[in-house]
């Protein structure tokens, strides 16, 4: 270690090692400039802290602001959560807490199946990932409104006196019941021909999937972000703190049953919705969802709606060229315990089924209505209702013309799928690393302990006994050398005891006795006794 007084600079080579009450870090090189209170570390430095490792081959960092950069190969670990961080750049700041990770960032997490075993992780990247800490007095107004109206939850209504279920005479269908008693809803016999609608099955089994993905992705995100803000009432609400997630362009999700794309994604504490704009997609096995904006709805961590939001298009492939196809204004998915139990297409729906007969697709069923309903029972649909000017025909295959095959707006991107994690990013891991002390051992500094006790503040995570171990080791040295600093000691000539003990045995001369409390005189001991004295 070199410090430069002319500089107030002190320069670290090779080996650094630091402690701090709130963690502890290594690296090869670093410097401290006092004056202006600025860390810089490099070469593999590592850092740990109660609840994070990190890792960066630069790190900045200004003590006085509590703001720093890091740079190159940076990974943070949050050790509370299964959560990891990657990219070439992550500035910081405290108070209130912000972070931006730029240059290719990755936000990665993992599940472990209890019963298996096995381990799914979700991967997730986009240009830039903020995360960030606000108050709700801080916010912007317009911000503020539109997070309140999107967390408000309109009860459906009911439609007053009968719908029209299934009232239009179709082919594929068993005639309908006398008008006068047609329910809400149809009866599972009068819809015989829908109970197994491959598309409506295709969309359960891709929210069954999607649900708890997502629901556990956000969970661990609000966690990092402190968890979920509650309303505290008038006198604190301006002062409450409100939790930002954002991820900006080309924002990618790869998960084994789960794949997404879209423009940019957000997320905040307030409204507990997860947003995803800018031509977003969903992808699950052989299915599409996709509109102009989707939004995950969350109470209490739990995921219980999913919003599709205008233009709202569902497609299913049943094989090369064949597609079942939903499309309408609105569409939501309403989630119960994980699974869907209900799903809605809302204003203008229209629906393509290619019906097969024994295992061969032979006619296409043509479906219009305002409201389209499915109702589904352990993952399979159940029951399906047609609202309001319903429309039905049945198209031999052999007489379907070419532009009837596709509703419109119809766009298969199966080209944008992630198909794997390296799609996402071809960045290795680092393995988790061992706690500090057992690799390297805190210097006790017995001495500092004893006079300086509340500078000399123990890291918090290495509460092993090191304090005991100081106090041990300080009576240890007091008793074998009966050393008072404050009594003045013998004085011993500087060099006379290297060269007493560089006696060569054998010779004539012998080594000279020395005082059991003597030490080598130096500027620095002079300067401290004349200290004590004067005090005295």
Request: glycine share 4%; with cysteine.
């Given at each position: 270690m070199y410090y430069h007084i002319d500089l107030n600079l002190a320069e670290f080579w090779g080996n650094v090692q630091a402690w701090h009450t709130d963690g502890f870090l290594t690296a090869e090189e670093g410097t401290y400039k006092r004056e202006e209170a600025l860390f810089h570390f490099t070469d593999n430095v590592f850092i740990r802290t109660e609840e994070?490792?990190?890792?960066?081959?630069?790190?900045?960092?200004?003590?006085?602001?509590?703001?720093?950069?890091?740079?190159?190969?940076?990974?943070?670990?949050?050790?509370?959560?299964?959560?990891?961080?990657?990219?070439?750049?992550?500035?910081?700041?405290?108070?209130?807490?912000?972070?931006?990770?730029?240059?290719?960032?990755?936000?990665?997490?993992?599940?472990?199946?209890?019963?298996?075993?096995?381990?799914?992780?979700?991967?997730?990247?986009?240009?830039?990932?903020?995360?960030?800490?606000?108050?709700?007095?801080?916010?912007?107004?317009?911000?503020?409104?539109?997070?309140?109206?999107?967390?408000?939850?309109?009860?459906?209504?009911k439609p007053q006196g009968p719908t029209d279920t299934l009232v239009s005479p179709d082919s594929t269908s068993i005639?309908?019941?006398?008008?006068?008693?047609?329910?809400?809803?149809?009866?599972?016999?009068?819809?015989?021909?829908?109970?197994?609608?491959?598309?409506?099955?295709?969309?359960?089994?891709?929210?069954?999937?999607?649900s708890a993905d997502i629901q556990s992705f956000l969970a661990k995100t609000d966690s990092m972000l402190h968890a979920a803000v509650q309303?505290?009432?008038?006198?604190?609400?301006?002062?409450?703190?409100?939790?930002?997630?954002?991820?900006?362009?080309?924002?990618?999700?790869?998960?084994?049953?789960?794949?997404?794309?879209?423009?940019?994604?957000?997320?905040?504490?307030?409204?507990?919705?997860?947003?995803?704009?800018?031509?977003?997609?969903?992808?699950?096995?052989e299915s599409q969802l996709?509109?102009?904006?989707?939004?995950?709805?969350?109470?209490?961590d739990s995921l219980y709606r999913v919003d599709l939001l205008s233009k709202a298009f569902l497609i299913s492939q049943e094989e090369v060229t064949f597609f079942h196809q939903i499309k309408s204004d609105i569409m939501f998915a309403h989630i119960r315990g994980n699974d869907i139990y209900r799903f809605d297409a809302v204003k203008n729906a229209k629906a393509l089924f290619y019906i097969p007969e024994d295992s061969i697709i032979t006619s296409l069923n043509i479906k219009e209505c305002e409201e389209m309903s499915v109702m589904l029972k352990d993952r399979r649909a159940e029951r399906i209702t047609y609202k309001k000017s319903v429309k039905s025909d049945m198209i031999p295959l052999y007489e379907l013309k070419k532009d009837q095959e596709r509703l419109g707006d119809f766009n298969w991107r199966a080209e944008e799928r992630p198909g794997d994690r390296y799609a996402i990013t071809s960045r290795g891991i680092r393995d988790a690393t061992p706690r500090p002390e057992t690799a390297c051992k805190e210097p006790l500094f017995p001495f500092t302990l004893k006079y300086f006790p509340t500078v000399h503040a123990l890291p918090s995570t290495l509460?092993?006994?090191?304090?005991?171990?100081?106090?041990?080791?300080?009576?240890?040295?007091?008793?074998?050398?009966?050393?008072?600093?404050?009594?003045?000691?013998?004085?011993?000539?500087?060099?006379s005891r290297d060269k007493?003990?560089?006696?060569?045995?054998?010779?004539?001369?012998?080594?000279?006795?020395?005082?059991?409390?003597?030490?080598r005189v130096t500027p620095v001991l002079q300067r401290k006794q004349l200290q004590v004295q004067e005090v005295k």
């Open positions: 994070q490792e990190i890792w960066a081959e630069d790190v900045h960092y200004n003590r006085n602001n509590n703001s720093g950069i890091l740079r190159r190969n940076v990974q943070v670990r949050d050790t509370t959560q299964q959560v990891l961080v990657l990219g070439d750049r992550l500035d910081f700041r405290r108070e209130p807490d912000w972070g931006q990770v730029t240059e290719d960032p990755v936000f990665i997490t993992w599940e472990i199946d209890r019963e298996t075993g096995k381990t799914d992780t979700l991967f997730m990247r986009a240009d830039t990932l903020r995360i960030f800490t606000s108050t709700y007095g801080d916010m912007d107004s317009l911000e503020r409104v539109r997070a309140f109206e999107r967390q408000d939850i309109p009860e459906r209504k005639p309908a019941a006398d008008p006068g008693k047609i329910q809400e809803s149809a009866s599972p016999k009068a819809v015989k021909d829908t109970v197994t609608d491959p598309t409506s099955i295709a969309a359960a089994s891709y929210f069954r999937a999607d309303h505290l009432g008038d006198s604190l609400f301006n002062t409450m703190e409100v939790h930002f997630f954002y991820g900006y362009k080309n924002v990618k999700v790869y998960k084994s049953d789960l794949q997404s794309v879209c423009d940019s994604m957000v997320f905040n504490s307030i409204d507990s919705v997860l947003r995803q704009y800018g031509r977003p997609v969903l992808w699950n096995e996709s509109a102009d904006s989707i939004q995950f709805r969350f109470s209490r509460r092993t006994g090191v304090t005991i171990d100081a106090v041990k080791e300080l009576n240890r040295r007091e008793t074998e050398n009966k050393i008072n600093p404050f009594i003045p000691l013998q004085e011993f000539p500087a060099g007493a003990e560089d006696q060569i045995p054998g010779t004539t001369k012998e080594k000279q006795p020395i005082p059991f409390n003597a030490r």
